[in-house]
């Protein structure tokens, strides 16, 4: 006999601290031999399965010294630790510790996952080690559907998957009928012959007899021990397979099982979907109400010309009323002087009743130029507007917008028409084209066109101008232009009596406001996201604390930290991922049927992708929580809940 397989010296253990210390394992020495079939006898609650634990590396010692093949197990940290119980160990536990969601063949195969084979050379391995064991027609039965002896011989045929050179069976018949009880023994008789070492625990001496070596434990001390047992020289063990699984394929083995995890409690993983779902979907939703209606406000405002300036009366930072009577014509023909300008057109005006037959109207009446229609870019839809002779005559002629006419002239045609304003008759000379609601929600196409002399003389009793609008040629000169007509005015009027709004400024203005309007739908949508990843997180706890005794079961197979922590990292990412492409779709519906609706979306690639990596990160952000809790379980505390 050459170097121990198994050397413990000095080893206790001791649950509990302080007043409650229960000292379970006392001053234990044992050696074992490679090839020897010993059995570790004792009563209930003297401390076998605790010995166990320590043995098969599922716990650690208080205190003293554990050599396996002649390493100190201590100086081992977790992952290395995982391997031993992976290439050394194999599990065999009274209550079969299978995965109740898999089939036997599936569950046999786990430790082979953890050892990097590939799933058809796990699988057919599985099959092979099942149908010694005499399972064959039983590979498909989930653990349900076998018998307690059946379930007894998967998980024997699990432990041997990766070699399983230590057999540790706690208690394997305990649960069983004597029938079955006998056939699992026989089984074990049978590994211990072909060079397996087994270490067998049981309370019954008459199990215990079939072993080699009887070992009585009782208080957590070895009260018998006939030392080892001769063994003839065991024979070599064939070398397990040992593949070298790749990332890709560790992956796609933890998609796999992600999957079948989600789809075993399907509704409530559709419900954490949902809240991924809603988050994705408003985030689109509210970007592309936002995106667009900031493009249609900017759009209108813009389509009134970024060329313009907009001459006011009253001083700039005048609060409450304005000092309206300050622009008189006058100033309008000086503006009309300076170097850059195209139009300059006043605005006087009020609202006022027209009349036709018996028909009654109150539109906006606008005083304005004959370089009205150049200006504001509004074409006429027939007749003419006046010109410069007809404000120099002050002539009683009307342009009026399709409000108007379908008011006033339902079925007759309006041009070459008289209507009364405010009891001055105006011939209608031309109508506009329609142009629609303003950006503020105005009817534009409500108004009365007459030109501003005779406005001012006739309609308003005043000749004070409400608005000068000037229409620049050189949009790159309008703040230079601008200075000049304040130059220009504060000359003529003797101080800072009006105000000049520049259009392009406006519009500058505008979106800035619109955008911080859009990132705010957009907030309070990804809020909701927030909420959704919070679902994912809670249902990964409830995963974790629920699924601990099969992490527990594969931390004895040989799981690393890393394989736990990926397992359920992504089962997190397959929720989030899952959630955000259906939210992604959902979205885009919800922004289609809106806009057949007339109301104004845009949508960007960028929203969407935003979206989908938010929901992404949400899952990888709140699945990181739980799947490190999984990850730091340690083995026999996992393997020992409910
Ligand atoms: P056996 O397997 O021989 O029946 P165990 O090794 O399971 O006994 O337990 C030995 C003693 O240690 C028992 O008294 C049990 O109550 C105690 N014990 C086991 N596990 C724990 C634990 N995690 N915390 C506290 N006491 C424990
Ligand atoms: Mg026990």
Redesign the pocket.
């Known amino acids: 006999m050459n170097t121990p397989l198994i050397e413990l010296k000095g080893i206790s253990k001791t649950?509990?601290r302080g007043e409650l210390a229960?000292t379970?394992l006392n001053d234990i020495n044992l050696t074992l031999y490679r090839g020897e079939f010993v059995a570790i006898m004792?009563s209930?609650?003297?401390?076998?399965?605790?010995?166990m634990n320590i043995l098969g590396c599922l716990d650690k010692a208080s205190s003293g010294e554990y050599y396996l093949q002649g390493n100190n197990v201590a100086d081992l940290n977790r992952d290395q630790l995982a391997e031993l119980r992976r290439d050394t160990f194999g599990f065999i536990f009274q209550s079969y510790h299978l995965l109740a969601g898999m089939s036997a063949q599936d569950n046999v195969a786990v430790p082979a996952v953890y050892a990097g084979l590939s799933r058809p050379e796990r699988q057919q391995q599985a099959a092979q080690l099942l149908t010694t064991l005499g399972l064959a027609d039983r590979l498909a039965n989930k653990p349900n559907q076998l018998s307690g002896g059946q379930q007894q011989r998967v998980s024997i045929a699990r432990a041997l998957m990766n070699g399983g050179d230590i057999i540790l069976a706690d208690e394997p018949t305990g649960a069983l009928d004597s029938q079955s009880g006998k056939e699992v023994m026989a089984l074990l008789s049978q590994l211990a012959h072909s060079g397996h070492t087994v270490i067998l625990?049981t309370h019954d001496p008459k199990v215990a007899a079939l072993a080699n070596r009887q070992i009585e434990i009782s208080d957590g001390r070895i009260i018998k021990d006939p030392g080892p047992s001769l063994v003839a020289t065991p024979s070599p063990l064939p070398t397990s397979q040992r593949g070298q699984g790749s990332l890709a394929a560790e992956l796609i083995e933890a998609v796999r099982t992600a999957l079948s995890a989600l789809s075993s409690n399907l509704f409530r993983a559709a419900l954490t979907l949902l809240g991924i779902v809603i988050g994705v979907a408003s985030v689109i939703t509210m970007l592309a109400i936002g995106n667009g209606s900031q493009q249609e406000i900017v759009q209108s405002i813009s389509a009134m010309g970024s060329n313009l300036l907009s001459v006011r009366p009253g001083a700039p930072n005048q609060f409450g009323r304005r000092t309206t009577s300050t622009l008189v014509a006058a100033d309008m023909q000086a503006i009309k002087e300076l170097p850059n300008i195209s139009a300059v057109v006043p605005e006087i005006g009020g609202s006022a009743t027209v009349r036709f037959g018996n028909l009654d109207h109150s539109p906006e009446i606008n005083g304005t130029s004959a370089d009205f229609v150049r200006a504001r870019l509004w074409p006429l839809a027939k007749g003419t507007f006046f010109t410069e002779a007809d404000e120099q005559s002050y002539a009683t002629v009307a342009v009026i917008g399709q409000s108007v006419v379908a008011a006033l002239f339902p079925q007759q045609e309006p041009l070459g028409q008289y209507v009364m304003i405010n009891s001055h008759l105006f011939q209608v000379i031309g109508v506009m084209s329609a142009k629609g609601a303003s950006a503020w929600g105005q009817d534009q196409d409500d108004v009365v066109f007459v030109p501003y002399t005779t406005g001012g003389l006739r309609l308003f009793g005043q000749q004070f101008l409400r608005n000068i609008t000037v229409s620049v040629n050189e949009v790159e000169h309008i703040n230079n232009t601008e200075a000049e007509i304040k130059r220009l005015l504060i000359a003529r009027h003797g101080g800072e009596d009006f105000q000049i709004r520049n259009m392009s400024s406006i519009i500058d203005t505008v979106s800035a406001t619109t955008q911080t309007f859009t990132w705010l739908l957009g907030s309070i949508a990804a809020i909701s996201l927030l909420v959704g990843g919070i679902g994912v997180m809670n249902i990964m706890l409830v995963s974790v604390s629920e699924r601990t005794r099969e992490i527990g079961i594969r931390m004895a197979t040989g799981a690393h930290t890393r394989h736990i922590l990926q397992q359920f990292l992504i089962e997190a990412l397959v929720v989030s991922a899952l959630g955000g492409a259906l939210g992604v779709a959902l979205g885009l519906a919800v922004t289609a049927v809106l806009s057949i609706f007339g109301i104004a979306v845009y949508y960007s690639l960028s929203p969407v992708l935003l979206a989908f990596s938010c929901a992404f990160a949400t899952g990888l952000i709140f699945g990181w929580l739980p799947a490190r809790k999984a990850a730091q379980l340690d083995p026999v505390v996992a393997l020992?809940s409910e």
Do not use: N
């Open positions: 649950y509990g229960t379970v004792g209930s609650g003297s401390g076998k399965s605790t010995l625990i020992s």
